[in-house]
């Protein structure tokens, strides 16, 4: 029974105190994102550098995706972007395969009941700890110790091994750069990736591991048959994470040179914005290229979002709000007919 | 053969099975806790030594005697005595890397820009799970709809409007959008959900708590273990932003950890190797130490689906 004090407390509406909660969140968001966002996108229909306040419709679009602008280097800025496109994708590949299977083999090992692993605490502390390490500090230790000459740490090694005749260039070689950049990537993303991959193991119900167990199940029926499929959300999940991640790859490819410049070979589209709009004054800056560069970020980004969103929705509760839709209908039909018969 | 023999001997052979497994498990992670920590204790190792001493043998593996130097050049404290070379690096060095300049600007952003999303974050997350308003759901969904937008996207327009607005080497454009942070609410949304009884709101309001009071005094201290685990991020996250930080602030006094890592990576004359890699170390060491005093609740908090950055 409830007191009349409660019964009062029902009857108040707190529905203003909700949208006085959650409004520092909207105001700060649609200032600082939203409309920068739509900014982006005026800016994407303005010229660059000199006319950075005349409009000029499709053009920044024709000229990175097509080639054909006003400007005199549209062939080029077209190039560069989908070299950029190019890159990221090559760059985005080469981390994540290596990344995804060593987390997952390490994951796998990690929550085997079977296995005596001593030290397995440290060890994920250790494996997880580059992931924390300040990226461009991480482009710093690697470029300091890479260097293309034999005054560098591993080139005078390798050398003194005996391992080869001559320095490798692991920074300006166009094959080499790239290999180290994924080396860097899955050396800092591996420890993440592998601590999301066990919670998401660890939440597999382990009397299925058990009656597979009993039944004779190897470790590699069981890695096939009962933890890959259970883990299929987490492993889509981490799987556009990771590509919208890798479309944002920034800080180790924009970093990873040596002197002023960053490396083109490196050139991502994260790079290719910034570059494009980082030049201090408007009148250096290209806005509009920058612009619509970030646009067609986000289509591709709304279109993987959309992906997790489908794979990841609850199937249970949209089959139970159908039920219900259905159950409310028929209850509606009955009503109406009982109203006739009456 | 007796059948107690047999089955002794199928034991045996699990045993050796499952030990031999654990074995190879083990050298696999030694090799990647090498890989780890063997370019981390390198660049220790090759701070220590004199820029000479790196020229003439570049493969150093054991502990040098010429941090001291290393620190003297870095922060532009050169005996008198010293060649004007020397002077000239010192100069050049000090003025890129400025190491507590760049520590405490670091600290500035980093921890109020972590005040400022654990707070809101817990208050827009409360005010989602708490009340009943017509537009809470809409509210919801466009939190996490936005959550996967990358910084990159909008970019080029934060930065001509924070320059339309005079904004540009100021910290604001910096801390105040930590006010807005859709994953870390979407975190707590799912967190109060799970362990936030709602009677508990009630049975203050009959009390005679007002709602503000109610969420300071009874929700932060019951939301405690979520928030903290997103502060530790959030601080790290933000410590480690090389990419607003370096859009925004452009005047050397600003320059924060990663922007003076940076530009000492751009030097292309008067280098000295000893104390390229001192400016690495110096600005991985804060955020390593606070690691491996925090490794358990950090690796705790990523499992809990902690924040990607």
């Given at each position: ?239 556009v994470t990771s590509m919208i991640g890798g479309l944002q790859m920034f800080d180790i490819p924009y970093l990873y040179h040596n002197g002023a410049n960053f490396n083109k070979q490196l050139e991502t589209v994260a790079v290719y914005i910034y570059y494009n709009f980082n030049q201090g004054t408007v009148e250096s800056a290209n806005y509009g290229y920058a612009g619509a560069a970030s646009i067609v970020i986000f289509i591709i980004t709304a279109i993987l979002g959309s992906i997790t969103f489908y794979m990841n929705r609850d199937k249970d509760a949209i089959a139970k709000k159908k039920q219900r839709k259905k159950a409310e209908k ?13 | ?309």
């Amino acid at each position: 029974m409830a007191s009349a004090a409660q019964r009062r407390i029902k009857a108040i509406s707190y529905a203003k105190y909700g949208y006085m909660f959650i409004a520092p969140f909207f105001l700060v968001y649609c200032f600082f994102q939203v409309w920068p966002l739509i900014y982006t996108f005026i800016l994407s229909f303005k010229g660059n550098q000199s006319e950075h306040a005349l409009w000029v419709g499709l053009n920044n679009y024709s000229t990175i995706l097509l080639g054909q602008g006003r400007a005199a280097g549209a062939a080029a800025s077209q190039e560069e972007f989908f070299r950029a496109l190019g890159n990221t994708l090559i760059l985005w590949f080469g981390n994540f395969i290596p990344q995804i299977l060593l987390s997952l083999l390490l994951a796998v090992w990690f929550t085997d009941a079977k296995v005596k692993l001593p030290g397995k605490g440290f060890f994920k502390v250790v494996m997880y700890m580059p992931n924390i390490i300040t990226a461009a500090s991480v482009a710093a230790l690697y470029v300091n110790l890479f260097g293309d000459s034999e005054n560098y740490f591993v080139n005078s090694t390798l050398m003194k091994m005996g391992l080869v005749s001559a320095p490798v260039a692991f920074i300006k070689g166009p094959i080499a750069s790239k290999l180290m950049v994924m080396f860097i990537q899955t050396w800092l993303w591996f420890g993440n990736t592998m601590i999301m991959l066990m919670s998401g193991i660890m939440g597999i119900n382990p009397s299925l591991f058990e009656a597979a167990d009993i039944d004779g199940a190897n470790s590699r029926q069981q890695f096939f048959r009962i933890t890959l499929p259970l883990l299929q959300p987490i492993m889509v999940y981490t799987l556009v994470t990771s590509m919208i991640g890798g479309l944002q790859m920034f800080d180790i490819p924009y970093l990873y040179h040596n002197g002023a410049n960053f490396n083109k070979q490196l050139e991502t589209v994260a790079v290719y914005i910034y570059y494009n709009f980082n030049q201090g004054t408007v009148e250096s800056a290209n806005y509009g290229y920058a612009g619509a560069a970030s646009i067609v970020i986000f289509i591709i980004t709304a279109i993987l979002g959309s992906i997790t969103f489908y794979m990841n929705r609850d199937k249970d509760a949209i089959a139970k709000k159908k039920q219900r839709k259905k159950a409310e209908k028929q209850y509606k039909a009955k009503m109406k007919q009982g109203g006739l018969t009456l | 053969m007796s059948m107690k023999q047999q089955y002794g001997q199928a034991k045996d052979n699990y045993h050796a099975k499952i030990i031999a497994k654990s074995a190879l498990i083990f050298a696999v992670c030694v090799l990647l806790t090498l890989i780890c920590l063997v370019p981390i204790y390198i660049l220790i190792v090759n701070s220590t030594h004199s820029n000479m001493e790196l020229v003439a043998n570049p493969s150093q593996f054991f502990f040098g005697s010429h941090l001291g130097e290393n620190i003297q050049t870095i922060m532009n404290k050169v005996p008198d005595g010293a060649s004007k070379v020397v002077k000239r690096t010192a100069q050049q060095y000090s003025s890129a890397f400025n190491v507590g300049k760049g520590y405490l600007n670091s600290f500035i952003i980093a921890g109020s820009t972590t005040v400022l999303t654990v707070f809101f974050s817990a208050l827009t997350a409360y005010g989602l799970v708490v009340y009943d308003f017509k537009l809470s759901g809409p509210a919801y969904t466009f939190i996490i709809a936005v959550m996967m937008i990358p910084v990159q996207v909008s970019s080029a327009g934060f930065v001509a409007f924070m320059y339309s607005l005079g904004l540009v080497n100021s910290f604001i454009p910096l801390i105040v959008p930590a006010i807005a942070a859709p994953a870390i609410i979407f975190f707590m949304v799912s967190y109060m959900k799970s362990s936030f009884p709602l009677d508990i709101v009630e049975a203050s309001r009959i009390d005679g708590c007002g709602e503000f009071r109610t969420f300071l005094t009874i929700a932060i201290p019951m939301m405690k273990p979520a928030m903290a685990v997103q502060a530790i991020f959030a601080f790290v996250a933000n410590w480690n932003n090389y990419y607003t930080q370096n859009m925004i602030l452009k005047n050397e006094k600003f320059a924060t950890v990663p922007i003076m890592v940076s530009k000492v990576l751009a030097f292309d004359k008067n280098l000295d190797n000893g104390a390229n890699f001192l400016c690495v170390t110096l600005s991985i060491l804060p955020i390593v130490i606070v690691y491996f005093i925090l490794s358990k609740f950090i690796i705790a908090g990523v499992a809990l689906g902690g924040v990607k950055e």
